[in-house]
Structures are given as C-alpha cells and as structure tokens.
C-alpha cells in the first residue's frame, strides 16, 4: 500500500475524533453547530470514500464500477465540503436567514451546487469531461475537472467575504482560525494538482475542521457546564449579533422571582437540581415538539429561549407554552415547591430596539410580582426609563457643560400670618434630548458617582444668589429650604462647601433650610447626623422631610435638631381620610408637642386646605397657592398678592 493512504487513514481517524467531541461537548444543538456536524460528515464521507479508491486502484485492474463510485462520492464529496462550510461561516455570522427569505439569493447559492451535482451524476458517465477511469483501471480527471474546484472556491470565497465584512463578529484568534482554514485549503489544492499521487487532500481538510472545532467553535465560550444549555456570554453574543443584522427573532426570557428564597430554604445543590430539571423540561419540549430553538441559562435562576424567523408566526405560542413549562410544580424530597417564574415574549427588534434594553429586562421581570401569567414586553419595559438610566452620566456632564440645571421654588403659606413666610428650591434639568429629567431618578443616579456632589454646590450657590438678591428682601421670606438626600448629608466637604458660599455671597446662615430624610442603617443615620448637628451648631435651620414615607423612629426625631418636619403628600392625602383622621390628627399633636412646625406638603384644593386648618397645621404648601416657579416669577407672585 502506498504511503500516502495513510494520509486518509490518519485523516478519518482525526475525523471520527472530532465527531466524537462534538457530541461529548454538547455542539449539536443549535443551526451553527448542526452545519459544524454536516461539514464533519461530508469530509469523513469523502475520506472514506477516498481511501476505499485507492485502495482499489492497488488491488489493480478490474472493479471499474466501484472505482467509478467511490471517486464519485470523493469527488461530490469535497466540492460540497466548500459549500458546507459556506453556509457554516453565513450561521456564524448570523445572516443564512437572509438566504433563506431571499428567491434569488437562495438560488445564487443553490444552483451552482446542482450544477456541479448534475454535471458529476448525469453528464460525466457520457463524457468523462470531469475524470474517468482509464484501462489500466486508474482515475484520471477531465478537462473540466478544474472547473469544480473554481465553483467549490467561489463558495469559500463569498464565504470570506462575508467574514469579512462582519469581521467584529469575531476575535482575532477566531479570525485567525479561520483564515488558517482557507491557507490549508489552497496549500493542499496546489499539491493535489501538481502531485495527484501525494493523496493530502483529505487529511489536511480534516486537520482545517480541527482548527474550526477548537479555534471557533469553542463550547467553552458558549455552553453552561452543569444545564448544557447555552451561556450567559453565548446569549449575548448572540443577541448583539442578531441586532446588529436587524434579523427578526422571538425571546422568550424567565427570572426565577424566589431564586433567593429557594437556596436559602434548600441550599445550593438542591437549587441547581432545581435548575437542571428545568432545563431538562426546556430541551424536552424542544426535541418533542421539534422546535429548533436556542435554549439559555443565564444563571441566577434565569432563562432564555430564541427563535428564529422560521417561527414567525407560532413566537406567542411558543412563549406561553414556555410559560406553561415553567408554571408546573417541582417534586424534591417528598415535597412539592413552587418556583414562580416571572416569563416575558419579546419581539425583537419589533418591541425591543436594542440590546442593552434586552439585556436589562430581566432585572425588570425579577421585579415584578408573580402572577403565572405571560409577560409581554411592550407592556413591561419603559423605554424612556432606560435610556435615562443608561444615560445619565452623559446627561449630568452635559447639563453642567452647557448650564442647564436651573432652580424652581415653592413658596409656603403661614396660616396664622395669612402669607407666604418660606419657600422650598427644587433641582431641575431640561435636557435637550430626554425633556425634564426626573429630579428623584437624577439624584439616585447622580448619588452613585461623585457628581452628587457638584450638584449640591450648585444648588447651594443659586439659592445663596437667590438670597443675595435685593428684591428677595422684599418677599419678606424668613429662609428658603433646600433638600439634602442622605448621601448629600454625608458629604465631607458640605461644610466647608457650604460655609465658603455663604460668605462669598453674604448670606446669613438663618437664611438657609435644609430638609433631610431619614435613613433605615443606623451607620449611615449616625454619619449623616454628624453634618446635620454641625449645620445646627452653625446656625442653618433643619427640617425632617417626607414624613409618613420612610422610616421615622421617634428616639431620631427627638434626639435630631429639628425646627420643623415636612408630611409627605401621599401621607396628607391618605390622612385626610375620616378612617385616618385620628392616626394623622395624632400626628399632628405630636409634632406640636415637641415645639416644631409641622408643614402639610401636596395641598391642591380648598377643600384639603380646610381641612388640614380644621386639624390644627399652620404651615401649608401645594398647588392649591402655586406651583414651583423661577425666581422671577416667585418675586412677581408674592409682591403682587
């Protein structure tokens, strides 16, 4: 036997390995691994049948028939190899769908194959133009046998195109790999060509598949150890993919809402039997109903499920049947538990425009209550809500860039004097792109960065300019408040940020309010309450805000050097209530008692007005007298009452 069989003996041992490693690695599922399996099978088919030719050719003369059909298949066989392993870089890519809802382009990949198929299967037995099998019983090519080898390149050649012009689809070891893959291919043709007797082909095509196996398609990017579904890492690579194709596809996702609840009641292990056995029931459903799907484990309790366009029209109800899976009870150690699993059906790009929204929609089912039934992402995701938490940093650096926080104030009504005796500062951001910002989701966000505190010295110095005014004498206002979160009330430097503004705009420290709130940790009650004594000492008022909203313990109150307290609004509506009147009218007492003022916040009519005088309160605020207004127009308001 010649040498250079063992070239495809070494070839279909290296073949049979790496189908063997794709289904002990689990790189069967999916349509980028099934074109992985096709392409192993197509080269182990054409090896096989390669090395069963050559084999003939040495047992000599005769067997014409058997040597015609096993270079036939060889023959098929690595022509098709080409087109195969296009269609595997197209479902790396992510685009074979684009071929398969396209006529012409279905047909621009087809046709040349059928060609080559019929030229092979129907014309060469009559003409020998693609090779034959001479008198001394040996293969010889055609004339236009050269010519399947420029089809079979023109499909590697579109191929590579594709990878690259979507080349950040991959890294650059994958690039790598990939472009080996072409080298080895062309290397081995040249040879093949000018040496048909050096039988190379076939093992250097296998040692290419290895390079693919282990240099792009590598599962332990892409596959959950302990589920065998796909990972976290693989679902985002795959949804980025698929956004930046525009390709359509259904997302069914779940969040375990008692995932916690459940480790802590069973312990680790138990939860991630719990956690096999869903996925179990995921593929199940999948292979029973022949869903070609992509099934997910995110971890956390999460799930995920993709469909592609094939299944256009059954995504609902392929995502209420996910939903019903998910809603069954388990059995574990003789007991039955019920893991709520919060699931939502997202068209993509249809509901969601982005993958950034996609990725967060998890955090959102988690923290909606179980009900058992499907979610429908339209329905559930803000949009606007999430491009202002994304964006906030951006939108903070622009308003300080371009000045576009301002301040509005809201005066408060003395009972007793029959005016306005104060007026509260609130932050405001008009942002050119997003609108008016929500002043509570700016601070939270603002608090996470060291931004918090460049917008506490804003607001400082505009009220201390506000204060400085001539006009503001006029008002006759005894101070005006401005809030402080608890991170605000933390800041080392308020003080001295604070003191230095004062004095740059001489202004007396009587002139200025700060309403804090609460804090449930009682560390960060005892860090805040160090500034907020110091603020006393120096001679700034101090107020409780949002009472009735949080958490209040009486032994803080008591112990804080408070002038004032402020209700919060939803406590005054929900006070004004007959069946609350005592709780709220206590209230009041109680904060009379300790010889502070208490101010009723949220006032919008005469007849909340009314009662709130009936109950005693002395200071009111609300839209009943006005709404937040700019300097200007507080100036014009209270002198012209």
Known sequence: ??????????????????????????????????????????????????????????????????????????????????????????????????????????????????????????????????????????????????????????????????????????????????????????????????????????????????????????????????????????????????????????????????????????????????????????????????????????????FAVICDERYADRHMTIAQEINAILASEVEMDEMTLKVMNNVCFIACPHDVDSPDFLLAIDGMLEAEAYSGELRYAEKLFDKKRFELQRDIYRIIDRAFTEHLFSLQYQPVYSVEENRFIRAEAFLRLNDPEFGQINPNMLITEAEKTSSIHAITTFVIEDVCKFISMSEFLLLGLEYVEINLSPVQCMWDDLVTVLLSTVDSYNVQPKNICFNITDVESKEAFEDMKANVEALARLGFIIFMDDFGAGVFELERIAGMPLSGIKLDRTFVKEGLKPENSAIFGGSLRMIADMGIDAVAVGVENEEMEKSLIDLGCKYLQGYQYCRPLDKKELIRFILMR
């Open 1 to 302: 036997m010649s040498s250079f069989v063992y070239f495809d003996c070494c070839a279909l041992v290296v073949e049979a390995l790496i189908i063997v490693s794709l289904y002990i690695r689990n790189m069967t599922r999916g349509r980028v691994n099934r074109w992985a399996l096709a392409l192993i099978v197509d080269i182990t088919i054409s090896t096989a049948a390669d090395l069963a030719g050559h084999i003939l050719e040495i047992m000599g003369p005769g067997y014409v028939v058997w040597k015609y059909i096993t270079n036939l298949v060889t023959v098929l066989g690595t022509t098709f190899t080409s087109v195969i392993f296009c269609g595997l870089l197209l479902a790396m890519i992510g685009i074979w769908y684009r071929v398969r809802e396209s006529r012409i382009l279905t047909a621009l990949y087809c046709i040349p194959a059928v060609i080559m198929t019929v030229a092979a299967v129907v014309v060469n037995p009559f003409t020998k133009i693609i090779f034959y099998i001479d008198g001394n019983g040996f293969y010889q090519r055609g004339i236009a046998f050269y010519s399947l080898y420029a089809i079979a390149y023109a499909y590697v050649v579109v191929s590579y195109i594709e990878v690259i012009r979507y080349r950040k689809f991959f890294t650059f070891r994958k690039i790598i790999s990939i472009l080996m893959v072409f080298v080895m291919m062309i290397a081995a043709s040249i040879v093949q060509g000018l040496r048909p007797e050096y039988y190379i082909q076939m093992f250097t095509t296998a040692v290419s598949f290895l390079l693919v196996v282990f240099g792009v398609q590598s599962p332990e990017e892409r596959m959950h150890a302990s589920t065998g579904l796909f990972s976290m890492n693989a679902f985002v690579q795959d949804i980025n993919k698929y956004y930046a194709l525009n390709a359509p596809i259904g997302v069914t996702m779940s969040v375990m809402t008692n995932y916690g609840t459940l480790i802590e009641m069973l312990g680790f292990f138990p939860m991630q039997t719990i956690i096999s056995d869903t996925a179990s029931r995921l593929d199940k459903w999948a292979k029973d109903n022949r869903i070609d799907a992509d099934l997910y484990y995110l971890g956390g309790g999460r």
